[in-house]
């Protein structure tokens, strides 16, 4: 068995001991004779491992008490439909900071409810920057601040959290979740679809200050309403069972790393290693500002596209997969989340200087 160095963005690499852990207690979990794929939702022993997941989230990510934790399906993708379904509250208005792709689309999906403020726009630079707390145009009438940490198609990240004033700030944290400590309590909301650094695909975790939930527009489907959630323990109807339960695994690794703090640690060594081998080469390059480069989405070029094929096709013979960039923005990208091993960093960037050496 070879296992590869996969640099995708999502679904993504998972810590190989988590899988084994899965797979070892893929046919009989913990003497139930069954596997977690099989069980009711509403049993003990599904109960147990859905209650630990969460228990070890609000651990990990030190959740204070008055925040919810859901956990959904329908991806980030739905999230950007149920925030002004839900936290318009009233309001006619809501900020946004348009600073990439998600962004984008989750703005063009609160257009649908609402006006929307653009309170930074970084189109203009093409993206490749996070705008400074400064520059944000906030609105006295909006009923929320939305904003994208980390913007994973180009790799764009902001190194600050911004400061709102008493607005609730949501924050779509797909692609940075995890991969450092964070003040949750700066947040109205913080959502993530799993597959980047939290587990498989098919589940989405929401964490919603209390406060927050109740209060939605009319004609809000019952799926689409936070309450019905949070009333339910996450489990209304059927959730994303297995998911939930690798979910559980990651959350349990983490802390077995030493928690956030360990694991920011290696990731931003990882990210520098990587960055470093860019920056010291005329053959490799990346646009972002150096203060706004994400951790966990590092996109690069080769100073000759015609190489990209070759590159891609000599990568993949050393083990190191999937790190053709965005088909909207091409060059490359690596996705590093925390379940790459530092080893991968070590691997692609010998890879590169071997590859600028014979081609550059
Ligand atoms: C991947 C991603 C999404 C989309 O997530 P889905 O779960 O596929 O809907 C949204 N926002 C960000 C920042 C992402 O990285």
């Known amino acids: 068995m070879a296992r590869v160095f996969n640099f995708s963005a999502g679904p993504a690499m998972l810590p190989q001991a988590v899988i084994e852990k899965a797979q070892a207690e893929m046919l009989d979990w913990n003497g139930s004779g069954m596997s977690v794929m099989e069980m009711s939702h509403r049993g003990k022993e599904y109960m147990s491992i859905a209650e630990k997941a969460e228990a070890d989230l609000r651990e990990v990510m ?46 063009a999906e609160a257009k649908r409810y609402c006006t ?27 009923a929320y601040v939305h904003y994208c940490p980390n913007e994973t198609i180009r790799g764009v990240e902001f190194p600050y959290i911004p400061a709102v004033g008493d607005k609730p700030l949501l924050a779509d944290m797909s692609s940075t979740i995890l991969s450092r400590p964070i003040d949750v309590s700066k947040f109205g909301m913080i959502y993530a679809g799993a597959q980047k650094n939290i587990g498989p695909a098919g589940l989405t975790v929401v964490i919603i200050r209390e406060d927050l939930i109740g209060e939605t527009l009319a004609g809000t489907p019952t799926m689409f309403d936070y309450k019905t959630h949070a009333e339910n323990d996450s489990m209304y109807n059927t959730p994303p069972t297995y998911s939930w339960y690798l979910a559980g695994l990651v959350f349990e690794w983490i802390k077995e790393q030493g928690g956030l703090a360990k694991v920011a640690e290696v990731n931003e060594r990882k990210a520098a290693k990587l960055y470093a081998a860019i920056d010291g080469s005329d053959f490799y390059a990346n646009p972002v500002e150096v203060a706004s480069r994400s951790w966990m989405n590092v996109p690069f070029t080769l100073a000759n596209a015609e190489l990209d094929a070759d590159f891609l096709a000599e990568a993949k013979k050393v083990g190191l997969t999937t790190l053709k960039g965005h088909r909207s923005v091409g060059g490359m990208r690596a996705s590093i989340y925390n379940a790459m091993p530092e080893a991968g960093i070590d691997t692609l960037v010998a890879f590169m200087a071997e590859f600028e050496k014979k081609h550059g």
């Open 62 to 107: 030190g959740i204070p008490s008055n925040y919810k934790v859901l956990f959904l399906q329908g991806g980030a993708s739905s999230q950007f439909a149920m925030i002004p379904m839900n936290l318009l509250r009233g309001a006619t208005t809501a900020d946004y900071l348009n600073t990439g792709d998600w962004s984008k689309k989750a703005i």
């Open 116 to 142: 929307v403020n653009l309170a930074a726009d970084t189109s203009e630079d093409n993206f490749t920057r996070a705008p400074a707390q400064s520059e944000l145009k906030l609105s006295a009438d909006a």
